[in-house]
């Protein structure tokens, strides 16, 4: 049974809220400390979905985990790792991507692994073809099972170049966890940089990694024999900042966001200036309001690291509805994420979608069946409706759709933003916002 969201629109949300750890790294910090017996201790993890289902996964391969939700403090004490049973583990297949990230640290801890059936946002193919060839490059073996894949390592894993065809995240993620602890040195070239990349190495480093960083994005892992165990900070969740940012923009409102962090924002805060939103940044967070006035209409493209994020894409979308003039969107990360826009053109917005190249970047989809570019003609007023949540950002997004419309909007599968947006109906709450749950 899932909740709705009633939600009266039209009011501008004011206030403070607290943005926590990176959903994008502390899940991936959880999976490095499966490659000690040592005992780890993350802070400032935010309690999201996310967070459960990896905390599930390692307890399933007999890890201790300990946490103190309202500190954020988690504590990972792995000691000696079993193979989990499998049943567990296919309890959690489809719940969340993390899973294939576990290939690694287990070859390595125990010479094989189970992993489930991945899950996730549907916003493109999301296949993990680059992962499964490093893993084999490597010299893991692999075989699919029900509910999953099996893997082994007989031979142990090996380093190897590796070249990804393009920089995506969790293929770096993946070589970088395989490569610290196989055998040589590992020359990975056109890796993602992204900033929740660097914490993950920060975190490895300090479990005894050796791992440079090159400004043509190549990374260098040399092998390691033993890792131990760390305390680390999580960096800030910037894309749960800028959805609260755009959502500010968005209602007219004014938001301060205690933790968000400008150097992990700077081409966000580029794109809200020149939107015509406001922000101030203080040593505690940003303050982000609507000055007044009109927004402006902008050209924008997403991009790996330092371009412009795709996860900030919809709710700037959302944003840009209530923008002066045409705006147009190069989407070039994923291939489908502008399925969120039907909704919004329901609700009154004027957004176009095409399967051109709108943009100068080069992409990987131009001249296909994928509907990547999108134009905005604003500003529209918007006005409510009933929506069904298609994917996390595409339903916070159609959630602050329905704060800025006027009258009572129905918000239909709003589970899903538990995923990554931590304890966001409080915040609404404490936004001003007038909104009530009820089981569907
Ligand atoms: N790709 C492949 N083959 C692969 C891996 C990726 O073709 O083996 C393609 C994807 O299909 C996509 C592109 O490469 O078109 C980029 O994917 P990437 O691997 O970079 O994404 P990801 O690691 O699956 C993470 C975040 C996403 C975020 C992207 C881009 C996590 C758990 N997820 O996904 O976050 O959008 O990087 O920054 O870290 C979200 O938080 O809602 C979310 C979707």
């Keep these: 049974m899932g909740s709705v969201l009633e939600v009266n629109g039209g009011k501008p949300l004011k206030g403070e809220i607290l943005v926590r750890g990176a959903k994008n790294f502390v899940s991936k910090a959880m999976v490095a400390s499966l490659l000690t017996g040592e005992t780890s201790v993350l802070r400032n993890v935010p309690e999201i979905r996310d967070v459960e289902v990896v905390s599930e996964l390692l307890a399933a391969h007999g890890v201790d985990i300990d946490y103190d939700q309202e500190a954020g403090n988690l504590t990972i004490t792995p000691g000696e790792p079993f193979l989990a049973p499998t049943d567990r583990?296919?309890?959690?297949?489809?719940?969340?991507?993390?899973?294939?990230?576990?290939?690694?640290?287990?070859?390595?801890?125990?010479?094989?692994?189970?992993?489930?059936?991945?899950?996730?946002?549907?916003?493109?193919?999301?296949?993990?073809?680059?992962?499964?060839?490093?893993?084999?490059?490597?010299?893991?073996?692999?075989?699919?099972?029900?509910?999953?894949?099996?893997?082994?390592?007989?031979?142990?894993?090996?380093?190897?170049?590796?070249?990804?065809?393009?920089?995506?995240?969790?293929?770096?993620?993946?070589?970088?966890?395989?490569?610290?602890?196989a055998r040589g040195m590992t020359e990975l070239s056109n890796a993602a940089v992204e900033p929740e990349i660097m914490d993950l190495i920060a975190v490895l480093q300090k479990m005894g990694a050796i791992i440079s960083v090159d400004t043509d994005r190549t990374i260098r892992i040399e092998g390691v024999d033993e890792l131990h165990g760390f305390t680390h900070t999580a960096l800030a969740d910037r894309i749960e900042a800028g959805s609260w940012a755009s959502a500010a923009l968005a209602t007219r409102g004014d938001i301060y966001v205690r933790g968000a962090?400008?150097?992990?924002?700077?081409?966000?805060?580029?794109?809200?200036?020149?939107?015509?939103?406001?922000?101030?940044?203080?040593?505690?967070?940003?303050?982000?309001?609507?000055?007044?006035?009109?927004?402006?209409?902008?050209?924008?493209?997403?991009?790996?690291?330092?371009?412009?994020?795709?996860?900030w894409q919809q709710p700037l979308v959302v944003a840009l509805t209530q923008a002066d003039g045409l705006s147009i969107i190069h989407e070039t990360v994923y291939e489908n994420r502008f399925g969120f826009a039907e909704a919004l053109r329901g609700m009154g917005a004027n957004i176009s979608v095409y399967r051109?190249?709108?943009?100068?970047?080069?992409?990987?989809?131009?001249?296909?069946?994928?509907?990547?570019?999108?134009?905005?003609?604003?500003?529209?007023p918007l006005h409510a409706a009933d929506i069904e949540v298609p994917d996390l950002r595409g339903g916070f997004s159609h959630l602050i759709a329905a704060l800025s419309a006027t009258g009572c909007s129905h918000v239909s599968g709003i589970d899903i933003i538990n995923r990554g947006y931590e304890h966001f109906m409080e915040k609404l709450d404490m936004l001003g916002a007038d909104v009530s749950l009820f089981a569907d």
């Design 89 to 181: 583990v296919e309890r959690l297949a489809g719940s969340s991507r993390i899973p294939i990230l576990f290939c690694g640290p287990l070859l390595h801890r125990l010479g094989e692994a189970f992993i489930p059936d991945l899950g996730g946002c549907h916003i493109g193919d999301r296949p993990v073809d680059f992962h499964l060839r490093v893993l084999e490059d490597f010299g893991a073996e692999r075989s699919a099972a029900p509910g999953g894949m099996r893997l082994s390592a007989p031979r142990g894993l090996r380093a190897r170049p590796v070249r990804l065809p393009y920089p995506s995240v969790g293929a770096t993620e993946q070589t970088l966890l395989t490569a610290v602890m």
């Design 261 to 311: 962090k400008q150097q992990d924002m700077m081409t966000f805060l580029n794109v809200f200036r020149r939107i015509g939103g406001a922000f101030k940044v203080d040593d505690e967070g940003i303050r982000f309001w609507h000055p007044g006035g009109e927004l402006h209409a902008a050209v924008l493209e997403t991009d790996v690291h330092p371009g412009l994020m795709t996860d």
């Design 356 to 380: 051109e190249c709108l943009g100068g970047l080069s992409c990987r989809f131009g001249w296909q069946n994928y509907y990547h570019s999108a134009v905005i003609q604003g500003p529209t």
